[in-house]
């Protein structure tokens, strides 16, 4: 696979401003308005990855709109049906108030596809999410697959700068990351625990999406570390490999579903598939 250049053009601009103002119900905005302003202004700087990239659901436009008012977002909903996990983020008395994150309805699915060969032969794929912040809200718009060593239960990415390379060139926050089960059940191990710490810190709404396309039960799940139960214990933790946990003293759970994510069916995403 060749290397490409990933590079904004002015043409395009153009055809932003015009689309976008076509329609005043919807806040739709240009690349050099929702965009971070170093990576819009520099026409002349671009980065060089090896990567095939992808945008959905249009090539030229994405657009973000307020969920109380937008029949094109929708809250997802989360499944009380697993004990010791089985509260949301926003019904746990311990964890802190998050703003709210908004993905694409297709990044879930195509995230899928790009691992359905690794997937067909029970290996692992990761992937990493990255957003810009807008009013109080994350909008995830780059999923980046690195290179990645994977084995039926583990994944690890490999030749992190070139992911940097692209979250500084478009000032993303790591707002979370996203991997596969592909024989498993939906749940966090405790290697994905350490990981999802690790985001966790950083980014505190920062999430995991688990994807278990053979759980017949539950085919995916958003999750973090309850906080401050869930951080502690795993700040705490100096294992490494499979390991247990002990349950929090006051009998919380160490990590929970996501309630402040929603699903916005015209928020454009890319995707950089750097394997």
Known sequence: MRNQRFRIINEEKDELASVCSLDSSTSCSPFESAWPTSFMTASEHCITVHAVTKASPSPIIYCT??????????????????????????????????????????????????????????????????????????YVTTLIIPKQESTSNSCQAIKEEEIFAIQNEQSLFPVGWIHTHPSQSCFMSSIDLHT????????????????????????YGIFRLSDPVGMSVLKDCPEEGFHHHNEPADGGPIYEHCSNIYINSNLRFEIFDLR
């Open 196 to 219: 999802q710490y690790s985001y966790q810190v950083m980014v505190p709404e920062a999430f995991a999406i688990v994807m278990a396309p053979t759980d017949t039960s539950r085919s």
């Open 65 to 138: 709109e307020n969920a109380h008012h937008d029949k094109h977002i929708s809250h997802i909903k989360v499944s009380d049906s697993e004990p010791g996990h089985s509260k949301s983020c926003s019904e746990t008395a311990v964890s802190k108030k998050l703003q709210d994150v908004h993905i694409s309805a297709r990044l879930m699915e195509d995230f899928l596809e790009l691992a359905r060969d690794n997937t067909k032969n029970d290996v692992e794929t990761c992937g990493i999410l990255g957003a810009f912040l807008k009013m109080g809200t994350f």
